[in-house]
């Protein structure tokens, strides 16, 4: 079984631009959850998708989004991107709501120069 | 809120010695708490989880954790370190809001393993 992809895994920007993440899930996982990793601030969560709508959403602006696709599939967007927004963003997903386990994938490197 | 402390930042052990990551926990009702394990450029492995019923729970890679309730804690341990296991290692608990749920992490513990 195929684990959690993610998509790009190492990007560069620059202040002001913006950056989409993709995210594929373990095939049956409904659920697709982001965090964001920084030296400073640790591991965060920004947001849960399950079938297609957002569950929870962490303490992040609104330049942060996100959307889930019919096929579970998830997608994070950070607009008018900001030095601080340098991260490894790490997509999780499970298998339905509840207390089951997270599966991680390897994380997508933004770097905003 | 939930919070997650693990008081450790840095732990050198030399290869073959024990091991135990301290790890305390902050939150309301029964914790769903886990260890994963990250190493450089990686993503997060689970070792172990515990949900409930007995208080001990075995993990992948040799390792164990012991949930102490009086004392919100869950300490991850393993009796002989290998040097593959120098990594930074995060506590979790894990609650159920808004019809889903979300890990609130620790600082995270960096080990580094001598030969």
């Known amino acids: 079984k195929a684990g959690v992809t993610q998509t790009p895994r190492y990007l560069i920007k620059t202040r002001g631009q913006q950056v989409t993440l993709s995210c594929s899930p373990i095939s049956g996982h409904r659920s697709v959850s982001w965090y964001q990793q920084t030296p400073g601030q640790g591991l965060q969560f920004l947001f849960e998708y399950f079938s297609e709508t957002q569950r929870n959403k962490g303490n992040f602006p609104g330049r942060f989004s996100g959307r889930q696709f019919s096929n579970s599939r998830s997608e994070m967007n950070v607009s008018t991107l900001e030095l601080g927004d340098s991260a490894l963003y790490l997509c999780?997903?499970?298998?339905?709501?509840?207390?089951?386990?997270?599966?991680f994938g390897a994380g997508s490197r933004l770097t905003v120069l | 809120a939930q919070s997650v402390t693990q008081p450790d930042i840095h732990i050198t052990v030399s290869e073959g010695a024990s091991l135990e990551l301290r790890c305390n926990y902050s939150y309301g009702a029964t914790p769903y708490l886990f260890w994963y394990v990250q190493s450089p450029g990686q993503g997060l492995q689970l070792l172990l989880k515990?949900?409930?019923?007995?208080?001990l729970v075995q993990g992948i890679k040799g390792f164990e954790a012991e949930f102490k309730r009086s004392q919100s804690s869950f300490n991850l341990r393993k009796p002989s370190v290998h040097w593959s296991d120098a990594a930074e290692y995060f506590c979790?608990?894990?609650?159920?809001?808004?019809?889903?749920?979300?890990?609130?992490f620790g600082t995270g513990t960096q080990l580094k393993v001598e030969l």
């Open positions: 999780a997903s499970r298998t339905d709501s509840g207390a089951n386990v997270l599966t």
């Open positions: 515990y949900f409930s019923g007995d208080t």
């Open positions: 979790a608990v894990g609650i159920l809001t808004g019809g889903g749920n979300k890990l609130t």
